[in-house]
């Protein structure tokens, strides 16, 4: 006899297990419901930017505050910054603030105004007017606590987007943009790039084959090694590329002049150095931008880190690469360079050594024009060395020797006007 399934089905709907897991289930999803919106509500975090004036009362604006690479600029900028950042750490947005840069210090009157960038970390539901208020308020208290500079509270706090913020800290050399987050340092020695690490680095292709390095000093500006125009110096043969990658870079553009060091000596290396032209100006972005050329005077360490990137090969007498590498090392003295067991007297005072004792990590052929950089005490990347020559590559006690570009700050100036 037919029956219809209509019983068991119910029986099975009473079963206790059953309902016993759909209970469960359903209490396990409305907890993660909840927590979610918890954690959405009141724990994401989100990065919040703000530009503000500083008035300097008490400092006489002077022509060594033009560039971000004499001491002057370096001690008044890190001072503004850590009289801000004090500020802010003893107040109760202390774990909010996150950092403060100067991205320029221009002159008013007689005086010094300083353009800065600070950067919070708010929950997503704050709404970034009360924050502002709250921030302006923290300055306004501290107004007595600057020490021994006298500011003139900002007027304005402005609200800006993550994109302004980038535009402000980039048009500055050797700015990027991760320099107000405090993250540790990654590891770096042979290894790949990712995009916007070394915003400045170029490669120069002939006929559009990678030959070189070159380094980005200005919006039209390119510095390199003058050896790598000893095959050929026709700059309609040339172009350069943006981007860490050169099959796929971010843009290429043609050159308009070459100029190369007129005393460049290929049998002893001297005077390895040359700027190009770029035939339109470039636009900076986050990825494409200049680095911070040093002066003359400035004081390059022995035993300091620096970091060289490039394209070229990645063993002594092996092809180039696509994707753009860097590599860590440390800057070697010119006396210990010119030891019997290094380069016995061949480096000239125009250069200056960069490598590990043990060898290992080095430029290479390929990597040639392009930039050996530091960081100073403010993030900023400085340019101190073009890569030049060495002994094959990465040999224990033959360090890469790059063209010393503090001895050459003057030549730049007068063929750039940089
Ligand atoms: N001259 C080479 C070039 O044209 C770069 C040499 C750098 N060598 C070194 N071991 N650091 O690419």
Same mark, same amino acid.
């Given at each position: 006899?037919?029956?219809?399934?209509?019983?068991?089905?119910?029986?099975?709907?009473?079963?206790?297990?059953?309902?016993? !897991?759909?209970?469960?289930?359903?209490?396990?999803?409305?907890?993660?419901?909840?927590?979610?919106?918890?954690? !959405?509500?009141? &724990?994401?975090?989100?990065?919040?930017?703000?530009?503000?004036? &500083?008035?300097?009362? /008490?400092?006489?604006?002077? *022509?060594?505050?033009?560039?971000?690479?004499?001491?002057?600029?370096?001690?008044?900028?890190?001072?503004?910054?850590?009289?801000?950042?004090?500020?802010?750490?003893?107040?109760?947005?202390?774990?909010?603030?996150?950092?403060?840069?100067? $991205?320029?210090?221009?002159?008013?009157?007689?005086?010094?105004?300083?353009?800065?960038?600070?950067?919070?970390?708010?929950?997503?539901?704050?709404?970034?007017?009360?924050?502002?208020?709250? +921030?302006?308020?923290?300055?306004?208290?501290?107004?007595?606590? !600057?020490?021994?500079?006298? #500011?003139?509270?900002?007027?304005? #706090? @402005?609200?800006? @987007?993550?994109?302004?913020?980038?535009?402000?800290?980039?048009?500055?050399?050797?700015?990027?943009?991760?320099?107000?987050?405090?993250?540790?340092?990654?590891?770096?020695?042979?290894?790949?790039?990712?995009?916007?690490?070394?915003?400045?680095?170029?490669?120069?292709?002939?006929?559009?084959?990678?030959?070189?390095?070159?380094?980005?000093?200005?919006?039209?500006? #390119?510095?390199?090694?003058?050896?790598?125009?000893?095959?050929?110096?026709?700059?309609?043969?040339?172009?350069?590329? !943006?981007? $860490?990658?050169?099959?796929?870079?971010?843009? @290429?553009?043609?050159?308009?002049?070459?100029?190369?060091?007129?005393?460049?000596?290929?049998?002893?290396?001297?005077?390895?150095?040359?700027?190009?032209?770029?035939? =339109?100006?470039?636009?900076? /972005?986050? *990825?494409?931008?200049?680095?911070?050329?040093?002066?003359?005077?400035?004081? #390059?360490?022995?035993?300091?880190?620096?970091?060289?990137?490039?394209?070229?090969?990645?063993?002594?007498?092996?092809?180039?690469?696509? *994707?753009? =590498?860097?590599?860590?090392?440390?800057?070697?003295?010119?006396?210990? %360079?010119?030891?019997?067991?290094?380069?016995?007297?061949?480096?000239?005072?125009?250069?200056? %050594?960069?490598?590990?004792?043990?060898?290992?990590? *080095?430029? %290479?052929?390929?990597?040639?024009?392009?930039?050996?950089?530091?960081?100073?005490?403010?993030?900023?990347?400085?340019?101190?060395?073009? $890569?030049?020559?060495?002994?094959?590559?990465?040999?224990?006690?033959?360090?890469?020797?790059?063209?010393?570009?503090?001895?050459?700050?003057?030549? +730049?100036?007068?063929?750039?006007?940089?």
């Amino acid at each position: 006899m037919y029956r219809p399934a209509r019983a068991s089905l119910n029986s099975r709907f009473l079963n206790p297990y059953v309902v016993f !897991f759909a209970v469960v289930a359903g209490v396990v999803i409305l907890a993660v419901v909840i927590a979610l919106l918890i954690h !959405f509500l009141a &724990f994401d975090k989100k990065s919040y930017f703000y530009h503000s004036s &500083f008035q300097i009362l /008490n400092v006489n604006y002077s *022509d060594n505050l033009n560039s971000p690479a004499t001491q002057q600029y370096r001690t008044l900028s890190e001072r503004i910054e850590s009289v801000i950042t004090t500020t802010f750490k003893e107040s109760d947005l202390k774990n909010q603030f996150i950092g403060v840069h100067v $991205v320029k210090l221009r002159q008013s009157g007689s005086g010094v105004i300083a353009d800065t960038v600070m950067k919070f970390k708010f929950p997503r539901n704050n709404n970034g007017a009360s924050m502002k208020s709250r +921030i302006e308020s923290v300055l306004r208290q501290m107004l007595n606590n !600057f020490g021994n500079l006298e #500011i003139n509270l900002p007027t304005e #706090i @402005t609200t800006i @987007t993550d994109e302004d913020a980038i535009h402000l800290i980039t048009q500055e050399c050797g700015a990027r943009p991760d320099l107000m987050t405090l993250s540790a340092e990654r590891v770096i020695g042979g290894t790949n790039a990712e995009e916007g690490d070394w915003p400045w680095q170029v490669s120069l292709q002939l006929d559009n084959v990678h030959h070189c390095g070159g380094i980005l000093i200005g919006n039209t500006w #390119i510095l390199t090694a003058a050896h790598c125009f000893r095959s050929n110096s026709d700059p309609s043969r040339w172009t350069v590329t !943006f981007g $860490v990658s050169t099959t796929f870079p971010q843009k @290429t553009e043609r050159v308009s002049t070459i100029l190369i060091h007129k005393d460049y000596n290929s049998g002893t290396h001297e005077n390895d150095i040359a700027v190009m032209k770029l035939s =339109r100006t470039i636009t900076f /972005n986050k *990825d494409i931008h200049m680095v911070c050329l040093p002066e003359a005077t400035q004081n #390059i360490s022995p035993g300091s880190t620096a970091y060289v990137t490039g394209w070229g090969s990645q063993i002594n007498g092996g092809d180039t690469v696509t *994707d753009l =590498r860097q590599g860590r090392v440390y800057i070697i003295s010119n006396d210990v %360079c010119n030891a019997q067991i290094s380069y016995d007297g061949a480096v000239l005072p125009g250069m200056l %050594c960069a490598g590990l004792p043990e060898g290992g990590v *080095d430029a %290479c052929r390929g990597d040639s024009g392009g930039p050996l950089v530091q960081q100073d005490s403010r993030r900023l990347w400085f340019l101190v060395g073009i $890569v030049s020559w060495g002994d094959q590559c990465a040999l224990a006690n033959k360090p890469g020797v790059y063209t010393r570009v503090t001895a050459y700050r003057e030549w +730049i100036t007068q063929q750039t006007g940089i």
